[in-house]
């Protein structure tokens, strides 16, 4: 399983999965359709199903008209997004399987961002083998979603199932929010050595003009603030060590960032 990583509107990526062995493909959270469009053209491949993380219209803009295009493809979505995502099909829950190429990913549900989130897990396939999360708005590199639908307690739950995942695990979120998320990392974590070290490294990668996604989880766990509800030094910045309340307090000062 091939991954296309396509830029859309002013910072969201799209994700194309390509299977060459079947010239076929999926698209997770398809915000435009003319990238996904000129993606598969070039690789000259089928599209036949849409893997929506959740209904905001960055994530399910091209869904009309990529079923336009390809009738037969079909879109999952979470359960609780029923009547939400355009032309859903597949009602996903906690636990569900999807297959594509014959890769199997684990649905977790990541209520948080909104209060039907779900994403996407592919284990890796051999040691030497990365996982691939695709996590929508939930986890971002360096960052996580604001809280639209959902309480701090939710999305806590919902990122230690995230957190959990091995350390080898691609983050392949749905926005170039990198940068702005170490700016503000920097400022609750300044001792982190670890976070400076890629805060300075993301700087030089935007100023090329280079994507931050995927990153590894690894280094979330080391440099995300909104991971670390459990350490002392964020404790510390709370007062509190419930970790609803401590993630509830880093997540409102990132608010008003």
């Known amino acids: 399983m091939d991954i296309k990583r396509l830029a ?7 994700f194309v999965l390509h299977d060459p062995n ?14 996904v469009l000129k993606c598969l053209d070039k690789l000259e491949a089928q599209l036949v199903a849409i893997f929506n993380t959740h209904h905001h219209y960055d994530h399910v803009g091209a869904n009309n008209a ?20 355009p032309h859903q099909q597949v009602f996903l829950k906690e636990g ?31 040691a030497q083998d990365t996982g691939e999360l695709f996590c929508g708005d939930t986890l971002f590199a360096g960052g996580c979603g604001r809280l639209f639908e959902g309480t701090p307690a939710q999305m806590v739950n919902s990122l230690e199932k995230l957190r959990n995942l091995p350390d080898n695990t691609r983050v392949w979120c749905a926005h170039e929010y990198t940068l702005k998320n170490l700016q503000f990392a920097v400022t609750v974590d300044p001792d982190n050595i670890a976070l400076q070290t890629r805060y300075n490294q993301v700087k030089e990668f935007r100023q090329q003009g280079k994507a931050t996604v995927p990153s590894l989880l690894g280094e979330e766990k080391q440099t995300n603030p909104f991971l670390r509800w459990d350490s002392v030094s964020f404790q510390s910045i709370s007062g509190m060590k419930d970790p609803a309340r401590v993630f509830g307090k880093i997540r409102g000062m990132k608010d008003n960032f």
């Open 96 to 126: 569900d399987r999807v297959e594509f190429a014959n890769r199997v990913a684990e649905v977790f549900f990541v209520p948080g961002h909104t209060r039907a989130h779900i994403a996407y897990y592919f284990p890796p396939e051999s």
């Open 22 to 35: 079947t010239h076929t493909a999926a698209v997770v959270d398809p915000a435009e359709a003319t990238p």
């Open 66 to 85: 990529l079923i336009e295009q390809f009738p037969k493809l079909c879109v999952y979505g979470g359960i609780e997004d029923r009547g939400r995502i």
């Open 8 to 14: 859309a509107l002013s910072d969201n990526y799209i």
